[in-house]
Structures are given as C-alpha cells and as structure tokens.
C-alpha cells in the first residue's frame, strides 16, 4: 500500500465513521436497539492507531474532533478532547496488545469506547442537564465491540494489507 492509498483509506474510513455516527435510527425503533449503536468514531480510530498508528496524529484527532463537535452539534473542544485521549490510550495499550489481534485487542477496545461514552455522557448531564440512561452508556460499548469482533477474522487474514502493519 502507498502512502497515499493509505491516506486516502484513513480519510475515507474517517469519513463514513462520522456519516454513521450521525446517521439517525428510524423512530420506531425500540430504545434498546437504537442504544446498540456502535461508537464508529472510537472502532475507526483504534483500528487505525493499532495498525498505522503514524497516521493518527494529535493534530488529526483534533481536527476531526471538532468537525464532530459541529456535526454532533455539542460543546465545542469535547470530541477534540476525547479523541486526543482516545490517540494516547490506544497508543500505551499497544504495549499490551502485542501485534496481535484478538482477545487483547477486543478488551481494549471495549475499555475505551466504555471510557469515551461514559466521559462523554458525563459531561452532557453535568454542563447541559441531559437525560442519561444507563443503556445510553453501556450498549454502545457493548455494540462497538461486536462489531471489532467480526472484524478480526478479516484483520489476521493471510491476505490482509494490515497484518505487514503490525509487525
């Protein structure tokens, strides 16, 4: 893979994360399905800081945090700060994932977006009173999680680009 394809993947992957995130759930559906909404932005930004990690840069995360901020319509600087620290716990639990992709990976990535979302929600009840239900902060985690599951099977692959990444 160039380096320009790879720009070009981590855009485009960037992009239809922040399109699904804010990707409304039809109305009749109930709240238990429309709360198993993955974190797309969290499983986006740990796929690529676990394979391409030079591509997640701080600059980036802020960046792209902010076009959140807007898209989300919320406090500006939030998503900034939580992907900034999303960058830097993906980064230190590499240490522990070991260039493998599996139960290490899954557990981490189930930590963080349950840190992102809780964080998140946290900050919403306190500075704009919202309503917080306790499946609003762990569904998602939950949901994040099976989809970085199926994933794995796809990222160990004889024929993955991304297995020559991790090494």
Same mark, same amino acid.
């Given at each position: 893979?160039?380096?320009?394809?790879?720009?070009?993947?981590?855009?485009?992957?960037?992009?239809?994360?922040?399109?699904?995130? &804010?990707?409304?759930? @039809?109305?009749?559906? @109930?709240?238990?399905?429309?709360?198993?909404?993955?974190?797309?932005?969290?499983?986006?930004?740990?796929?690529?800081?676990?394979? #391409?990690?030079?591509?997640?840069?701080?600059?980036?995360?802020?960046?792209?945090?902010?076009?959140?901020? &807007?898209?989300?319509?919320?406090?500006?600087?939030?998503?900034?700060?939580?992907?900034?620290?999303?960058?830097?716990?993906?980064?230190?639990?590499?240490?522990?994932?070991?260039?493998?992709?599996?139960?290490?990976?899954?557990?981490? &990535?189930?930590?963080?977006?349950?840190?992102?979302?809780?964080?998140?929600?946290?900050?919403?009840? &306190?500075?704009?009173?919202?309503?917080?239900?306790?499946?609003?902060?762990?569904?998602? @985690?939950?949901?994040?999680?099976?989809?970085?599951?199926?994933?794995?099977?796809?990222?160990?692959?004889?024929?993955? #680009?991304?297995?020559?990444?991790? #090494?």
């Amino acid at each position: 893979m160039t380096d320009t394809q790879g720009w070009s993947y981590f855009l485009l992957t960037i992009v239809v994360a922040s399109i699904l995130s &804010v990707a409304p759930m @039809p109305f009749d559906v @109930p709240d238990w399905i429309r709360n198993l909404k993955p974190d797309w932005i969290v499983l986006c930004w740990f796929f690529w800081i676990a394979f #391409q990690h030079e591509r997640c840069s701080l600059i980036m995360a802020f960046v792209v945090g902010l076009i959140l901020d &807007v898209l989300y319509d919320e406090p500006l600087g939030i998503n900034s700060l939580l992907l900034l620290a999303l960058v830097f716990a993906g980064r230190f639990s590499l240490r522990f994932i070991q260039s493998s992709v599996g139960l290490r990976s899954s557990i981490a &990535v189930l930590i963080l977006c349950f840190l992102v979302t809780a964080t998140k929600s946290l900050f919403l009840l &306190v500075t704009l009173d919202v309503d917080i239900h306790l499946s609003s902060v762990v569904m998602p @985690p939950i949901a994040t999680l099976l989809w970085w599951v199926l994933l794995i099977p796809l990222l160990n692959s004889e024929h993955s #680009q991304f297995r020559d990444a991790v #090494q």
